[in-house]
């Protein structure tokens, strides 16, 4: 543990006047002190990051970004050598150790960490039930965003809130937000950080009952409420749609002016935008080099698409000359007026859209516009989706006519929420957790784990399904595996990776093996939802190539919806045939290409 101190406090010692001046000057002590140091996972004798030298001072703002091969595990490093769980060494020196402008203050108190690659607190031994939010919601799970993430702030009227999550108001007096003034400045920050994320009439809703977005919008609110003096933020674009992006990045901005808010660095992903009032870049670089300087200095060349601003649209901007339209097949979903309603909320209204084999299709959407309700209805884990008999065709049957676990078998999906919920003792290995796509299920089975069945006995069609399912296995290892991505391949074979326990693999690995997962079964139909979060840039290539036409992950009897905030996730162009369908207040309609 590198912390210098533990003592209790977070206190605020009066500001340097250079601070409130924020005029460049070097006489403010630094945020962060690394002078020249290795960085170590604990127990380990290997760096995992060498020669950094990272200095920061309270007036730049810094992104940490991960250099375009670099692996997934060297930014965390970076980031767990500020949290205390790696190790740094040489340690920075006393009197100022790590943080020198924390001086007598708890680390553990002032300096906290955000991750966003994905929404976390799953991963216990089994699997939870994430599909609990779209029924009727329990008791248990009635908790509303305010009272999990903001308990101690007043609570104002909400016009949208649905009345049956409502509780009787505190009083005023019965509130702990401590002083007079302490309130008042606390109240507003609540007020303008809830206002600027868009999450005011949300606040009463169940946490349960929120979108992706919405609750990684409510996870930077609660970050910036908690009051650190420290705050970093990991890859907090993720999952953000295209205006959200912007209001984050207008939102940091804006508290850099309120003494009162923490000093903020967020990691970024290389394919990310540089805020534009990023003043300097820690680059970690393939091999675990860090080069730290001004944003001139570290990337005197590179392009860095602009952010957009609040009010931009997210049209459609691909020419329809370049589109190239595919052969399609049949219809294997068919929705003919599909709706959804909770209580007095529609989410879906009406909906027709039809997604055919040989079909390639990216679903947009602003964040909580319906598009993980929607897809949860063709996997027929929406209770909705029995009551949508007439409108609604699942592979040429209604919901009723499939058992669900036929069903599941037609349909290999990652999304976010799986992720999440997925098992992780450490006995389940990247061959158990690839191997249970073939079922759609969560347990491994059978000798060879890839279900046959316990005693041996082969599935039907007998022997030739068993076979035809080892070389699956191994077919999508080869296309999505560690000698595609890996930064020392030879360090890491298919079969060592195939050992690997699940749960001991980075965010972006594991994202990877439930991709493999998703694809193994070469089920007709495969719904990817945020599939690449987590994942660096070697591996979102190497997924990409092999979804592409003629890269082997999809056949012409398959169709693929990709869900996705941003254009370059998606693997295939106009070129390639790729329709975009919109939800957007509810309404759904395909915008690319403009149907006839
Ligand atoms: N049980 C529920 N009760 C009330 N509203 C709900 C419930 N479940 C979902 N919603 C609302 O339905 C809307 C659609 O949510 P959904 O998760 O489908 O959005 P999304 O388009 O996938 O968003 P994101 O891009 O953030 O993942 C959200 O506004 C959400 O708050």
Redesign the pocket.
């Known amino acids: 543990m590198q912390w210098r101190k533990s003592l209790t406090s977070c206190k605020r010692l009066p500001r340097h006047p250079s601070l409130v001046s924020r005029v460049h000057t070097k006489t403010a002590l630094p945020i962060i002190n690394i002078p020249r140091s290795s960085i170590y996972e604990l127990g380990s004798q290997d760096p995992v990051l060498h020669n950094v030298s990272w200095t920061v001072y309270p007036d730049e703002a810094w992104a940490v970004v991960s250099d375009g091969a670099a692996s997934s595990h060297l930014k965390p490093a970076l980031f767990g050598a500020l949290m205390g769980t790696h190790r740094i060494s040489p340690p920075p020196p006393p009197p100022g150790g790590l943080f020198p402008f924390l001086e007598d203050a708890d680390p553990h108190r002032c300096v906290q960490m955000v991750r966003f690659a994905h929404r976390g607190g799953a991963s216990g031994d089994g699997f939870y039930d994430f599909t609990a ?5 329990r008791e248990e799970d009635k908790r509303t965003l305010r009272e999990t993430f903001f308990p101690d702030i007043a609570r104002p009227l909400h016009t949208l809130a ?1 009345p049956a999550f409502h509780k009787p108001e505190k009083r005023v007096d019965e509130v702990d937000v401590g002083k007079e003034a302490d309130k008042a400045k606390k109240q507003e920050l609540f007020d303008t950080i809830t206002a600027w994320l868009k999450l005011k009439d ?1 606040l009463d ?2 946490m ?9 919008r409510a996870r930077i609110a609660q970050a910036l409420l908690a009051n650190p003096r420290l705050l970093l933020l990991d890859e907090p674009m993720t ?3 295209f205006k959200s992006r912007g209001i984050l990045v207008d939102l940091l901005q804006e508290l850099k002016h309120k003494p009162e808010s923490p000093h903020v660095i967020m990691g970024l992903r290389a394919q990310d935008p540089l805020p534009d009032w990023t003043t300097h870049v820690a680059l970690i670089k393939d091999g675990g080099a860090v080069q730290t300087g001004t944003k001139a200095d570290v990337f005197p060349s590179r392009f860095t698409p602009a952010i957009p601003n609040a009010s931009a649209s997210t049209a459609d901007s691909s020419p329809e000359s370049n589109y190239a339209p595919r052969r399609h097949g049949d219809p294997l979903i068919d929705m003919a007026g599909v709706s ?1 309603q ?2 007095p ?1 529609s ?1 879906l209204s009406s909906i027709q859209w039809k997604i055919r084999a040989n079909s390639r299709w990216h679903l947009i ?12 209805l063709l996997t027929g884990e929406h209770p909705q989706s029995y009551t949508q008999s007439d409108n609604l065709r699942l592979f040429d049957r209604e919901r009723a006519g499939w058992a669900t676990p036929l069903l599941h078998r037609r349909i290999g999906r990652v999304s ?1 929420e799986l992720f999440n919920a997925f098992p992780r003792r450490h006995t389940l290995t990247v061959w158990d957790a690839i191997g249970t796509g073939f079922d759609g299920t969560f347990l491994p089975k059978g000798k060879r784990r890839v279900r046959i069945a316990a005693d041996g006995t082969p599935l039907a069609p007998g022997a030739q399904e068993e076979e035809w399912r080892l070389h699956r296995m191994h077919e999508v290892m080869s296309a999505l595996g560690p000698r595609r991505w890996h930064t020392h391949p030879d360090k890491m074979t298919d079969a060592q990776f195939f050992a690997q326990p699940f749960s001991s693999l980075t965010p972006g690995e594991q994202s990877l093996v439930l991709l493999m997962r998703a694809l193994v079964g070469a089920p007709p139909l495969v719904l990817l ?2 599939a690449w979060a987590g994942m660096d840039r070697a591996m979102v290539q190497a997924a990409h190539e092999y979804l592409q036409d003629g890269g082997g992950g999809l056949s012409e009897e398959q169709a693929c919806v990709v ?1 996705s ?1 941003w254009e370059e996730e998606v693997p295939w162009g106009p070129e390639q045939g790729v329709q975009r369908y919109r ?1 957007d207040g509810g309404k759904g309609e395909q915008i690319f290409p403009k149907p006839q």
């Open positions: 939010r779209y029924g009727a919601v649905i949300l809703l169940p349960i009952a929120l979108s992706n977005g919405q609750t990684r999952g953000l749609d959804v909770y209580g909320r989410v959407g602003e964040n909580g516009a319906g598009k993980t309700t929607l897809l949860s976010p939802d945020e869900v905030h939800l």
